[in-house]
């Protein structure tokens, strides 16, 4: 699937089965509440927190997936063409770093 499709795809299940968007500042904060579960899974699966009972089923994948939806949305209602956006970030991050991260002692 292309980030366009992905987009068009939102779009569409939003207009049948989410009635309309979110406003920008609600969508905002579902954003940071599922990243903050995406933090909670990676801290005890990678990191030294451990499972509490309530937490041993998470899904990375699917808690990946709900930021990515989200996501989507926020760039839906504020006109960001997702696929240009990454096009140009990218662009940006080679300039910036093209011999950044080689020289960096610590990756090595």
Do not use: P
Not at 16 to 29: D, H, I, P, Q, W
Not at 34 to 60: N, T, W
């Amino acid at each position: 699937m292309l980030i366009s499709e992905a987009q068009n795809i939102v779009n569409e299940w939003i207009e049948k089965f989410g009635v309309r968007y979110f406003s920008e500042l609600t969508n905002m904060a579902i954003l940071t509440e599922e990243v903050g579960e995406v933090a909670r899974i990676i801290a005890r699966k990678y990191g030294d927190q451990s499972f509490k009972e309530s937490d041993k089923d998470a899904d990375l994948a699917d808690e990946l997936a709900d930021v990515f939806f989200v996501l989507i949305c926020l760039a839906n209602q504020t006109g960001v063409d997702l696929t240009k956006a990454l096009e140009n970030n990218l662009q940006k991050k080679t300039i910036r770093d093209a011999n950044r991260h080689k020289n960096n002692e610590k990756l090595v």
